[in-house]
């Protein structure tokens, strides 16, 4: 029998098995030396030069963010010799412009938060549920054509990766419908637009409601103890906890009121919740070799999640009017929230999770809130974040826009 000598080198994980084979424009690629990919991995620190345009260490140095994805055909690199692309690619024969057009202006019919590189061909994206992938443009040809569309996930859910993944590459080849994709206020995909309790086959179950409130409180209990560990995973798992735990899809609408009044009452939680959307609390290290930067950007994010899940799920059952009465979301809540509004223009997700809150915080009690929002500007922060969410993030602009009408109406 033969022996097998020697295998392939594969450069960027198991997913990257299919592709080459299958691409009839492979062949007559010429070798490139450039690193791409997990390729650049092998190489030490001190190769990394400032010509590289996707090395790790200067993949985004430098990259302004656009509001739309404005690619030319001589800006398009040829897909590099050995180069296994993702499963999650396609090839288009297509002019570039239109292609990176259509993508741009499905992610902003998603609300996917977007930075674009159009030299490089390359955007830097994230979903409203925290699933970070990467799109990248190809020339499959020395012509430019076909136009290899390639995506990466990051982080986040591989299932709502997949979805979004499906929905950016059908608008690549102009397969979309032109309806804008059906997602709920905080940004759920439509298959968790309601909760399992609503489903037609539990509609005459009887569920019992005794113990409701002391398991509400043991998983509360369990959440925040993890919320407060000095370990950074344990934190950022509790506030994920919090945030599904405050979330009537996810769990019981029984749990979810329980835990959202108990989120935003007076007493030391949300105070620490609040803390950490503080934007001057943290000094921002030049170089962040620990990754604190970003762990401190995922937890302000988680933390606006969770106000905006127990204000909206207080503002339905009514008990909102009472708590707004304390002078704390006056005083303290509100120019938070103003300030994440004003900052759209570098946090869309943020700034959709602070119009939720701004939104419900207003409705429930306009005349408490008013004269506080205006006072503060709320009036031009809200004109920013619409005209912002129009071009970039379509929840944005809706949710802006919903505030705008609530303060014109009670004024």
């Known amino acids: 029998m033969p022996v097998l000598t020697s ?15 299958k691409q009839p424009f492979s062949i007559s690629l ?10 650049a991995l092998s190489h030490s620190p001190a190769n990394y030069s400032s010509d590289d345009k996707f090395g790790l260490k200067h993949e985004w140095d430098g990259v302004a963010t656009e509001s739309l994805w404005q690619v030319k055909g001589e800006d398009l690199e040829m897909v590099p010799w050995e180069f296994p692309l993702e499963r999650t690619h396609r090839e288009i024969r297509m002019d570039v412009g239109e292609v990176a057009s259509r993508i741009s202006e499905r992610l902003r019919l998603m609300s996917v938060e977007a930075e ?3 030299k490089q061909a390359k955007a830097k ?8 992938f990467r799109i990248r443009l190809f020339a499959g040809g020395e012509d430019g054509q076909p136009v290899v569309v390639e995506l990466q996930r990051r982080s986040g859910s591989a299932s709502s990766f997949m979805r979004t993944c499906r929905a950016v590459l059908d608008a690549a080849e102009g397969k979309d419908s032109g309806e804008k994709p059906s997602v709920t206020s905080n ?10 309790s609503s489903m037609s086959c539990l509609a005459h179950v009887v569920t019992a409601d005794a113990g409701l409130e002391s398991d509400a409180k043991e998983a509360l209990q369990g959440a ?9 995973d344990a934190s950022l798992l509790g506030l994920e906890n919090l945030w599904c735990l405050s979330d009537p899809v996810k769990t019981s609408a029984g749990v979810a009121t329980f835990v959202c009044k108990s989120l935003i009452a007076p007493g030391d939680v949300r105070e620490e919740l609040r803390v950490l959307i503080e934007h001057d609390v943290f000094s921002v290290e030049e170089n962040d070799p620990e990754g604190s930067l970003k762990f401190r950007e995922h937890q302000r994010f988680l933390c606006l999640r969770v106000f905006a899940n127990a204000i909206s799920v207080c503002f339905k059952n009514g008990s909102l009017k009472d708590l707004v009465s304390d002078s704390w979301f006056a005083e303290i809540f509100v120019p938070l929230l103003l300030d994440e509004l004003n900052r759209a223009e570098t946090g869309l997700h943020n700034a959709f999770q602070a119009a939720i809150c701004l939104h419900g915080l207003l409705s429930s009690s306009p005349s408490t809130l008013h004269q506080v929002l205006v006072d503060n500007g709320a009036n031009a922060a809200l004109e920013k974040a619409f005209k912002i969410g129009q071009s970039r993030h379509e929840l944005l602009a809706c949710e802006s826009r919903r505030c705008l009408d609530v303060l014109d109406a009670s004024s």
Do not use: H, M, N, W
């Not at 994206?125 to 970070?132: G, I, L, N, P, Y």
């Open 125 to 132: 994206c994230k979903t409203t549920d925290a699933v970070s």
């Open 116 to 118: 674009y590189c159009s």
């Open 187 to 196: 940004g759920a995909p439509p298959v968790f637009k309601l909760p399992v």
């Open 7 to 21: 295998l392939p080198k594969i450069e960027r994980g198991q997913d990257s098995l299919v592709g080459r084979a």
């Open 30 to 39: 010429p070798p490139l030396k450039q690193s791409f990919g997990a390729a």
């Open 224 to 232: 925040l103890k993890l919320f407060r560990s000095d370990q950074r």
